[in-house]
């Protein structure tokens, strides 16, 4: 599942608009050009302080971009901005472009994957990955490089945008599959929830607990209530939704996207750990640790309990030569 999949859909949308305008030329300029006058946007060069390249002005339909830049990143900064203008509609969170990286892919490291974006930074992420798509949507760059075996330089150049783009855009459009079109969004009613199920997504009092066991509709329920939610005019950023699991999160998510892509775009949803990674990473101190914050990676995992091995309420050891080998089972458990 490509976690970004409802942006890149978003951008694509974009920017086969704005190539109509252009008679086909895919030129970046010529893109930016025609994305701007679709939505009405004007651009100003602006002096920033160091670390900001760009920002947005929804209220004058502005986009300030740092002065001095050459053309292919003042065109990224520029694609980043109407990124935010099609996906963010926070009011409490202006957002700016970052300087470094065309990231949003989770990297899988030693360590899992594990995102740790604070809200802005999540939203940088994606006008990232909506910039990218407008100016070198994945598909369209996947038959240059593959069908008439273009170079991503030779790529880059004719459009005149940065080669870390049509790089970080060709790694993703040979590795990911095809995007289609999305799936229409079924028609579903409240009323094919049980009675219990109806009770938690109708719910309107103090925090509800609900306790359910495997396989009973718990995301199922959580997404008609934020369904419910949504219809009641809930600001989608306003969400925070967790799970135990990557592949339950993925599934909410995809679920949300399904029933309202507009919105999951801007909704925190993730795991636990996750989210409580972002908190240790973001406020450090408050939890007595240095701003040094990673998760371990397997070998840093199995180091700790060896060293904490007398401290663990174990009473049987399968191997009295080396007690530690065993510890590996006890990782998957605890990570479960």
């Not at 190539?19 to 030329?25: I, K, M, N, P």
């Not at 701007?36 to 100003?44: H, I």
């Not at 002096?47 to 209220?59: E, I, M, Q, V, W």
């Amino acid at each position: 599942m490509d976690t970004w999949i409802d942006i890149r859909r978003k951008a694509r949308a974009c920017h086969a608009k704005a190539l109509a305008e252009t008679a086909g030329d895919r030129r970046g300029e010529k893109i930016i050009a025609a994305a701007l006058k679709a939505d009405r946007l004007k651009v100003e060069p602006h002096d920033f302080p160091a670390g900001t390249l760009g920002s947005l002005n929804r209220r004058f339909r502005l986009v300030r971009v740092q002065k001095g830049l050459e053309s292919p990143e003042e065109l990224m900064v520029i694609a980043h901005e109407i990124g935010h203008f099609h996906m963010h509609h926070d009011p409490h969170n202006e957002v700016t472009a970052r300087p470094d990286g065309l990231g949003g892919d989770p990297v899988d490291s030693g360590a899992g994957k594990v995102e740790g974006y604070s809200p802005s930074e999540r939203k940088e992420v994606q006008a990232d990955i909506f910039a990218g798509e407008l100016l070198c949507p994945g598909d369209w760059l996947r038959d240059e490089f593959v069908v008439r075996n273009r170079r991503p330089a030779d790529i880059a150049k004719e459009l005149g945008i940065p080669a870390s783009l049509v790089m970080n855009q060709m790694v993703r459009a040979v590795l990911l599959p095809p995007i289609g079109p999305a799936p229409e969004a079924a028609v579903t009613a409240v009323l094919d929830l049980d009675t219990s199920q109806q009770a938690a997504v109708m719910w309107d009092g103090e925090p509800l607990l609900v306790e359910a066991g495997p396989g009973t509709g718990k995301t199922r329920t959580l997404v008609r209530r934020i369904q419910r939610k949504l219809e009641e005019n809930s600001t989608p950023a306003s969400f925070l939704a967790l799970t135990f699991s990557r592949k339950a999160s993925e599934e909410m998510r995809e679920r949300i996207a399904a029933m309202n892509a507009d919105a999951s775009i801007e909704m925190w949803v993730g795991t636990f750990h996750q989210f409580g990674l972002e908190l240790v990473s973001k406020w450090p101190l408050r939890f007595g640790r240095t701003s040094n914050v990673r998760p371990l990676d397997q070998t840093g995992q199995l180091e700790l309990l060896e060293a904490n091995l007398e401290k663990l309420p174990l009473k049987h050891f399968q191997n009295l030569y080396e007690p530690a080998y065993e510890l590996v089972p006890v990782l998957k458990v605890i990570s479960r």
